[in-house]
Each structure stands twice: as structure tokens, then as C-alpha cells.
């Protein structure tokens, strides 16, 4: 077994699930290290603000330290909201004793607006917190009270990391998302500047400087040096802040999990899609059903909304002498006509993430019909100029397939193709397997019975 670090957050909690202690452990688990905590204030918030604020009792604070402290190997700790001296003093003579390495955020405000520091406190946290600090990372907000300097540009931001480091800190990074979105790190032991350039990104921003600082905690506990640390906790919160969910009226919180969630859903989604192009290819009767233009199954991840998001097999499943082949492989983007059926079907019910397309026959739409599959089809005669014609004609087929509001994804939308165009069957179902499973009985079907072969 591994061993994973242990870091400690000492923070406030947001009700709202966005930024301090939420977004700390949320942020710890994703990058797998043993988040544990000592909250520091309960704050009522929201997406839109701050409503109140409870400190914590010193004592019960002090203690959360100490629970953790005695029984676990902490060595880098992250501060929060520590909203007044009190606070601050206790905090410090804790991270002392218990010899924690710190990154310092030194909050001030939330996102959404609202004191989270009190203004007699700002003393307290220099003299008594960044001394003790290994790492802190204002924003320029912060940085503006922390140096006396007002920063307007890069340069502004490197001579107040300078004048931050003469408190005693070892690193003093200034974070740019309120600027050019670049970051500034100063180490003061080799009076070193690092920028590190960012961009900005389209997504809310609620809690991306706690997982910042929360991020580069979890790298540091697992060796990483400090710019090392520094550029991978700001790509940690630029793919948070892509990922950030849309909840409530106000900024919208960052999502730290988003992006590990979307690589999982990728594995699940092309694993599956080998195990169905599998089956198909087990099943010697399904050589009678692969179009001229061969075959292909696609699948796309659960949030798919381009051709990249679906997988499928890059040079489709053809016959050879009568036998099922897969040409290629199974990847992503490697089918498009498919993938943008399944595009289209996606957009009226997302949990119809599968087709396949087979060659059209009345047989197998008869048979399709006595298993229960509901149908619908579309005229390649009516299709507009300039449109995707597998958009365009699944699109259609699913908005005359029923006459209410709500519409359902029909399990088979066929064509009787047109000048040029091959006749097609497409079968629609949940997961590439579950079409595959389909496919597999309708061809059995189709082979047992060749006196109702009509044209196929
Ligand atoms: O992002 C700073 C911050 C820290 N801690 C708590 C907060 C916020 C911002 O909203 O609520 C508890």
C-alpha cells in the first residue's frame, strides 16, 4: 500500500458548498492525499454572498488541531478564513507546536462579497501568522493590503511579493486572476521571480482561491517543489473552473472533481464500446447485417457534445466473406456519422448515449417491430441545404415520432435512403453493449428466419 499524506485545512465552512472547507477537502480528495480539517468559523453563504458569520470558539479550534495532529503524520497544513486576532493567534501558536509547514491563504473576502477578515486582524497576521509561513498566496486584493503596494501589472505584483517576504516567508506567490490571470512566485531564500502565464476561462470562479492554495498544499505533502506545485495546482483550478457546476443565482462554484469524473466516464465509455464492437464480431450472424458502407457503434460520455466525446471504431466493422470484421480501432472521434446520431439522440434524452447503423431490410424492420422496438423514420427528400444529415434527420425522426411535448428517442430511425444513399436501420439504446446485446438478438432472429426474407 502506498502511503498517503495527510494534510490538514484550518478554515471556515460556506454553506453554499463553493469555497473554504468544502472546497478544500473536495479538492484534497481529488488529488488523493487524507484531507482532514479544523473549521474556524461556520459562515451562512451562498452563491450570492455572505449572510453571517460564526466564530469558533479559540479552544474547540486549538483542538481540531491537536485531534488531528497527535494521532496523524501531518506535515503541511493549509490556513483560511481566520477572521479575527484571536483566531489568527491561536492558529499560529498551534501550527508552531505541532511544527506544520503552512500555506497561508490570506483571505479577506468571498467571491461573492462579504468580510471574511476583520480589519483589526490584518496586524496579527503579519507579525504572528506569515513569519511562521512557508507559502502565501494573496490574490492582488490581498497583496494591496498585506505591501501598501497597488498592483496594476506584474511588475506591481513582484515588488509586493517582496515586500510580503520580509515578514519571513519563504514563498510569496501572487495570484493573477483578478489581473493578466498570471501568477507571480518569489522565492525569497534565491530572491527568485517565476511567472507562470494562465488564461482566462469561461466558468464560475466561486472557491478557486481556496483550491489553489488547497491544490498546492497537496502537491507539496507529495514532494513536488514549489513552481512545480505552482504550475500544477493552477491548471487543478483552471479545470475547475471549466468544470464549475451551474448552481444558484450567483457565481457559480468551482468543481474539483469535473475533470477526473469526465476521464472516468472516457474509460467507462470506450471500455464499454470494445465490449459491444466484441459481441457484435462473436456473432457470425451479424456478417448479414453490416451495411455496404459497413457498420459502426458509437458511444458517447455522459456530458458528450462533440464528435471528440463519442467513441467508435475509426474504420468501421466490415465483411469479409461474410464475416464481421473490426477495421481499426475503438477511440474516440473515430466514428462521425454514428457519433452525431448519437450527438443529436443525446440532446432529447441524455441517457440514450448509443447507435449503431445496420443495412436496411424490410425483414429486419418487421422484426424489429415484433420485438416491441418503437420506430420512426426520416425522408432524405426533405432534408434542408447546409445541414448535418444525420443531425438533421435523427432531429426529425424523434420530433414526428410522438405527438407530445416530451419527446421520446425512438430505439430504431430508419431511411430509404436516396440518390447515391444507401437505405439505412439505426438502432438506438443506452450503452454500446446494450445496443450491441440488440443487435446480436435481431440478428439471430434474422438468420432463423429466412422464410419471411422479403428483400433482405
Ligand atoms: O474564497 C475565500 C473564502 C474562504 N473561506 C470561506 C469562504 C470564502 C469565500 O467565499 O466562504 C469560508
Redesign the pocket.
Known amino acids: 500500500m502506498s502511503i498517503t499524506p495527510v494534510v490538514l485545512t484550518i ?4 454553506s453554499g458548498g ?4 468544502e472546497a478544500d477537502i473536495k479538492t484534497f480528495a481529488t488529488l488523493g492525499v487524507h484531507g482532514t480539517c479544523a473549521i474556524t ?1 461556520v ?1 451562512a ?1 451562498n452563491t450570492k454572498g ?1 449572510l453571517s458569520i460564526y466564530d469558533l470558539p479559540p479552544h474547540i479550534i486549538s483542538e481540531q488541531i491537536n485531534a488531528v495532529c497527535s494521532d496523524m503524520d501531518v506535515k503541511w497544513a493549509k490556513t ?2 481566520l477572521s479575527s486576532a484571536e483566531i489568527i493567534e491561536i492558529v499560529s501558536k498551534e501550527a508552531r507546536s505541532n511544527g506544520l509547514s503552512l500555506v497561508v ?1 490570506p ?1 479577506m473576502a ?3 462579497g ?1 468580510d ?1 477578515l476583520r480589519k483589526d486582524a490584518i496586524r496579527v497576521l503579519k507579525e504572528k501568522l506569515l513569519p511562521l509561513s512557508k507559502v502565501i498566496t494573496p490574490n492582488i486584493y490581498e497583496a494591496r493590503t498585506l505591501s501598501g503596494i497597488d498592483i496594476k501589472s506584474v511588475d506591481d505584483a513582484k515588488k509586493a511579493a517582496k515586500i510580503m517576504a520580509e515578514s519571513g516567508v519563504d514563498v510569496v506567490i501572487v495570484t493573477g486572476g483578478h489581473l493578466d490571470a498570471s501568477d507571480v512566485v518569489y522565492e525569497s531564500a534565491s530572491d527568485k521571480f517565476t511567472v507562470i502565464p494562465g488564461k482566462f476561462l469561461e466558468g464560475g470562479t ?2 478557486s ?2 483550491t489553489y492554495a488547497a491544490s498546492i498544499t497537496a502537491f507539496l505533502s507529495k514532494g513536488y517543489s514549489i513552481v512545480e506545485a505552482a504550475m500544477l495546482a493552477k491548471s487543478f483550478v483552471e479545470m475547475s473552473i471549466v468544470s464549475s457546476v451551474k448552481v444558484g443565482h450567483g457565481v457559480g462554484p468551482v468543481n474539483q472533481i469535473g475533470s477526473t469524473l469526465k476521464n472516468a466516464h472516457r474509460y467507462e465509455t470506450l471500455h464499454n464500446t470494445i465490449s459491444a464492437a466484441n459481441i457484435l464480431v462473436s456473432c457470425g450472424e451479424f456478417g448479414k447485417l453490416i451495411a455496404e458502407v459497413g457498420c459502426n457503434i458509437a458511444m458517447g460520455i455522459p456530458e458528450a457534445c462533440v464528435v471528440a466525446d463519442v467513441a467508435g471504431v475509426s474504420g468501421r466493422i466490415v465483411r469479409v466473406r461474410g464475416v464481421p470484421h473490426i477495421a481499426g480501432n475503438v477511440e474516440f472521434g473515430g466514428s462521425n456519422h454514428v457519433a452525431r446520431m448519437v450527438l443529436a439522440a443525446m440532446r432529447f434524452d441524455p441517457s440514450i448515449r448509443a447507435a449503431i447503423n445496420l443495412r436496411y431490410s424490410e425483414k429486419v424492420l418487421r422484426i424489429c417491430r415484433d420485438m416491441g422496438l418503437s420506430i420512426s423514420s426520416f425522408d432524405r427528400a426533405d432534408e434542408p441545404d447546409h445541414v448535418s444529415t444525420m443531425d438533421w434527420g435523427v432531429t426529425f425522426a424523434i420530433e414526428n415520432s410522438c405527438s407530445t411535448a416530451l419527446k421520446k428517442v425512438p430505439d430504431i430511425i430508419y431511411d430509404v435512403g436516396g440518390v447515391g444513399k444507401e437505405p439505412m436501420i439505426r438502432l438506438f439504446g443506452k450503452s454500446a453493449e446494450d445496443v450491441a446485446r440488440k443487435t446480436v438478438m435481431i440478428a439471430e432472429l434474422y438468420s432463423a428466419n429466412s422464410d419471411i426474407d422479403l428483400n433482405g
Open positions: 478554515a471556515g465552512s460556506d463553493g469555497a473554504g472547507i468559523s459562515t453563504q455572505v483560511g478564513m491563504d483571505v468571498a467571491e461573492a462579504g471574511l466561486h472557491g482561491g481556496c
